[in-house]
């Protein structure tokens, strides 16, 4: 897992809540559920016969209209951004679950101490106090209101500890200055604690940074939850480097115009959703489209070093892409080498010689084939070198992601596989060449199932009556056994040589709450109806092959923001210290405070 989906796996669980309608059911149902335990368990030791409908009483003054009533009251006092209505009610739902949780762990296990009745006050009035407090801490972690966000957390606690305390009156039970003393103590003890636990983290992201820990974390979430890339981008443009960026095309013609293309951007497409070069294929894809050239985008061997920073280093460099793309040539060529295939251990090789140009293809497929480290890319660039060429077009397939993790032995073979490669093709003829490019959008699935806006590309390549065809998705990685059952259907409906290979796009990440944070090509989500798409591919190559010739070409791109992976890396780093920093405030302060709240249930004032 690389940093991204780190930083990503951190805030999975705010990227997906059940509708509003469950969360209400949800509420409905706990609610009865704890009323009863806690009332079951309180009337117990006061040795009083326990009545069913007394239980439902108390779940419905206790939690169920708590947590209801709660919703419009700190709508209307904290008037967030984030926070909707379906929001506010999963955080009514979490801050009652993890309070009463507490509550009648401890209170069933006070029935054990048999004349406990006075420490369950305390205990239930440390769980509403802890409930003020995590409302608190989640409203200024997200929204920042200040003096809003003290307000906007009370209504939940509070309309249940007067709700507490009618029961406690009613029962004849109430001490007034002990059990004041306690809700005071209480609310107000807890709710510094989380003051104190945000002060903590609102310190500076980095040293000479002016964002600090805790508006990187609402960055964050204005981008996924608000689709707000602006704050997070201005945050990593503190970091960032201007560069040069190259891409390669290989522009197919047809009667001096330009009808088919590849292209290869030295570019990752990353960081997250929304943020920089993350939803690139796509867009390039579409706009070559209205230039009447139908493309299909690789994945060139880069990391995330050369993700692009933000939307406008995006626009950037797909303005100089479609300004400057060739729609015709006068420079154009005829001939290239068929594709040649080299296997080596576990890697294969994709090879193929267009004059003094070449593309390489690399993927260890059936076993992981993520990003390639850079210096793979670097000595397979040298070797190819060696040979006199011009432009050498390195792809990374990205299309198989499993159970291993690929080694520095793994890595060899690649490197020999390719030179391997490279002295059988610049020893082949060169003949005429075929191409077929498809693109199909697949409008049953949308990025949360693992399939980008490009969705599905094709690209045939015949030469001496030999065609080789890549099946390009537009996501991050493939399941192996997927890859596996496109290449058997493909081989049965007559196109035997293929392969699958991925964007690697990032703009599907981070969109659910798995341990990836996104689907891969294949998994079970998406399986079946990618397959049905697969299996109509044949008949659209075969109808759109056609003779061409083609000329290389190399966009530069001046001065765009690129992020370096040391910027995620360091930002992953930090969200870790955060984490480790917050769990032991958290070990320390509540767990002492609730101790003093059950020694002032002892008071007899």
Same mark, same amino acid.
Request: charged letters at 25%.
């Given at each position: 897992?690389?940093?991204?989906?780190?930083?990503?796996?951190?805030?999975?669980?705010?990227?997906?809540?059940?509708?509003?309608?469950?969360?209400?059911?949800?509420?409905?149902?706990?609610?009865?559920?704890?009323?009863?335990?806690?009332?079951?368990?309180?009337?117990?030791?006061?040795?009083?016969?326990?009545?069913?409908?007394?239980?439902?009483?108390?779940?419905?003054?206790?939690?169920?209209?708590?947590?209801?009533?709660?919703?419009?009251?700190?709508?209307?006092?904290?008037?967030?951004?984030?926070?909707?209505?379906?929001?506010?009610?999963?955080?009514?739902?979490?801050?009652?679950?993890?309070?009463?949780?507490?509550?009648?762990?401890?209170?069933?296990?006070?029935?054990?101490?048999?004349?406990?009745?006075?420490?369950?006050?305390?205990?239930?009035?440390?769980?509403?106090?802890?409930?003020?407090?995590?409302?608190?801490?989640?409203?200024?972690?997200?929204?920042?209101?200040?003096?809003?966000?003290?307000?906007?957390?009370?209504?939940?606690?509070?309309?249940?500890?007067?709700?507490?305390?009618?029961?406690?009156?009613?029962?004849?039970?109430?001490?007034?200055?002990?059990?004041?003393?306690?809700?005071?103590?209480?609310?107000?003890?807890?709710?510094?604690?989380?003051?104190?636990?945000?002060?903590?983290?609102?310190?500076?992201?980095?040293?000479?940074?002016?964002?600090?820990?805790?508006?990187?974390?609402?960055?964050?979430?204005?981008?996924?939850?608000?689709?707000?890339? +602006?704050?997070? /981008? &201005?945050? @990593?443009?503190?970091?960032?480097? #201007?560069? =040069?960026?190259?891409?390669? %095309? !290989? $522009?197919?013609?047809?009667?001096?115009?330009?009808?088919?293309?590849?292209?290869?951007?030295?570019?990752?497409?990353?960081?997250?959703?929304?943020?920089?070069?993350?939803?690139?294929?796509?867009?390039?894809?579409?706009?070559?489209?209205?230039?009447?050239?139908?493309?299909?985008?690789?994945?060139?061997? +880069?990391?995330? /070093? &050369?993700? @692009?920073?933000?939307?406008?280093? #995006?626009? =950037?460099?797909?303005?100089? %892409? !479609? $300004?400057?793309?060739?729609?015709?040539?006068?420079?154009?060529?005829?001939?290239?080498?068929?594709?040649?295939?080299?296997?080596?251990?576990?890697?294969?090789?994709?090879?193929?010689?267009?004059?003094?140009?070449?593309?390489?293809?690399?993927?260890?497929?059936?076993?992981?084939?993520?990003?390639?480290?850079?210096?793979?890319?670097?000595?397979?660039?040298?070797?190819?070198? #060696?040979?006199?060429?011009?432009?050498?077009?390195?792809?990374?397939?990205?299309?198989?992601?499993?159970?291993?993790?690929?080694?520095?032995?793994?890595?060899?073979?690649?490197?020999?596989?390719?030179?391997?490669?490279?002295?059988?093709?610049?020893?082949?003829?060169?003949?005429?060449?075929?191409?077929?490019?498809?693109?199909?959008?697949?409008?049953?699935?949308?990025?949360?199932?693992?399939?980008?806006?490009?969705?599905?590309?094709?690209?045939?390549?015949?030469?001496?009556?030999?065609?080789?065809?890549?099946?390009?998705?537009?996501?991050?990685?493939?399941?192996?056994?997927?890859?596996?059952?496109?290449?058997?259907?493909?081989?049965?409906?007559?196109?035997?040589?293929?392969?699958?290979?991925?964007?690697?796009?990032?703009?599907?990440?981070?969109?659910?709450?798995?341990?990836?944070?996104?689907?891969?090509?294949?998994?079970?989500?998406?399986?079946?109806?990618?397959?049905?798409?697969?299996?109509?591919?044949?008949?659209?190559?075969?109808?759109?092959?056609?003779?061409?010739?083609?000329?290389?070409?190399?966009?530069?791109?001046?001065?765009?923001?690129?992020?370096?992976?040391?910027?995620?890396?360091?930002?992953?780093?930090?969200?870790?210290?955060?984490?480790?920093?917050?769990?032991?405030?958290?070990?320390?302060?509540?767990?002492?405070?609730?101790?003093?709240?059950?020694?002032?249930?002892?008071?007899?004032?």
């Amino acid at each position: 897992m690389n940093e991204t989906e780190k930083i990503a796996g951190r805030y999975r669980l705010l990227f997906s809540l059940p509708s509003l309608k469950s969360i209400m059911i949800i509420i409905f149902i706990l609610s009865l559920l704890f009323g009863e335990i806690i009332a079951y368990s309180t009337i117990i030791m006061l040795n009083k016969p326990f009545n069913f409908i007394e239980g439902i009483i108390w779940s419905i003054i206790l939690y169920l209209v708590p947590a209801i009533i709660s919703i419009p009251i700190t709508d209307h006092i904290i008037q967030g951004k984030i926070f909707n209505t379906r929001r506010l009610a999963g955080l009514s739902l979490l801050s009652m679950i993890l309070a009463t949780s507490f509550q009648v762990i401890c209170t069933v296990s006070l029935i054990i101490l048999g004349d406990a009745i006075r420490l369950s006050s305390s205990v239930m009035i440390s769980g509403f106090s802890i409930m003020n407090a995590l409302r608190y801490l989640a409203l200024e972690a997200i929204e920042s209101k200040k003096k809003k966000s003290i307000l906007a957390a009370a209504p939940q606690p509070v309309f249940s500890l007067v709700g507490y305390i009618f029961f406690l009156y009613y029962f004849h039970i109430f001490m007034v200055w002990r059990d004041v003393l306690m809700i005071i103590y209480g609310l107000g003890s807890f709710t510094l604690a989380s003051w104190f636990l945000l002060e903590t983290e609102n310190k500076r992201l980095w040293g000479d940074s002016k964002t600090t820990k805790l508006q990187a974390f609402q960055a964050f979430l204005k981008n996924w939850l608000l689709n707000d890339p +602006e704050p997070l /981008e &201005k945050i @990593l443009l503190e970091k960032t480097k #201007k560069e =040069k960026v190259r891409s390669h %095309l !290989i $522009n197919f013609y047809i009667k001096d115009k330009a009808r088919f293309s590849i292209v290869v951007p030295k570019i990752h497409f990353g960081p997250f959703k929304n943020i920089g070069s993350s939803n690139l294929p796509p867009t390039i894809i579409s706009k070559l489209k209205q230039k009447g050239i139908y493309s299909v985008v690789l994945h060139g061997a +880069e990391t995330h /070093e &050369k993700d @692009l920073a933000t939307q406008e280093d #995006k626009q =950037k460099y797909l303005n100089t %892409l !479609i $300004n400057k793309i060739k729609t015709e040539s006068k420079n154009r060529s005829k001939k290239a080498t068929k594709i040649i295939r080299v296997s080596k251990g576990t890697a294969k090789v994709y090879c193929q010689r267009f004059e003094k140009d070449i593309l390489i293809i690399v993927t260890r497929a059936p076993q992981t084939t993520d990003d390639l480290p850079k210096w793979v890319s670097e000595e397979i660039l040298k070797e190819a070198k #060696k040979n006199n060429l011009r432009h050498v077009i390195l792809v990374d397939a990205h299309n198989s992601l499993g159970q291993d993790k690929p080694n520095n032995e793994d890595y060899k073979e690649i490197i020999s596989a390719v030179k391997i490669a490279l002295k059988k093709v610049m020893q082949l003829k060169q003949d005429e060449i075929y191409v077929s490019i498809n693109h199909w959008i697949i409008s049953d699935l949308t990025e949360k199932e693992g399939i980008g806006k490009g969705g599905i590309s094709s690209i045939s390549i015949g030469v001496s009556d030999e065609k080789e065809t890549f099946i390009v998705f537009d996501g991050n990685n493939m399941v192996p056994q997927f890859r596996d059952e496109v290449i058997r259907i493909l081989n049965e409906e007559g196109i035997k040589k293929c392969e699958t290979l991925t964007t690697d796009t990032h703009s599907v990440s981070a969109l659910i709450t798995n341990k990836r944070g996104y689907h891969l090509i294949g998994d079970k989500i998406n399986r079946e109806i990618l397959l049905r798409y697969i299996k109509n591919i044949p008949q659209k190559i075969d109808s759109n092959l056609k003779k061409v010739e083609y000329e290389i070409q190399e966009i530069i791109t001046d001065d765009v923001n690129v992020l370096g992976e040391d910027i995620i890396k360091r930002m992953s780093q930090i969200i870790d210290q955060s984490l480790k920093e917050i769990k032991i405030i958290f070990i320390t302060l509540y767990p002492l405070i609730t101790l003093t709240l059950v020694l002032l249930g002892f008071l007899q004032i």
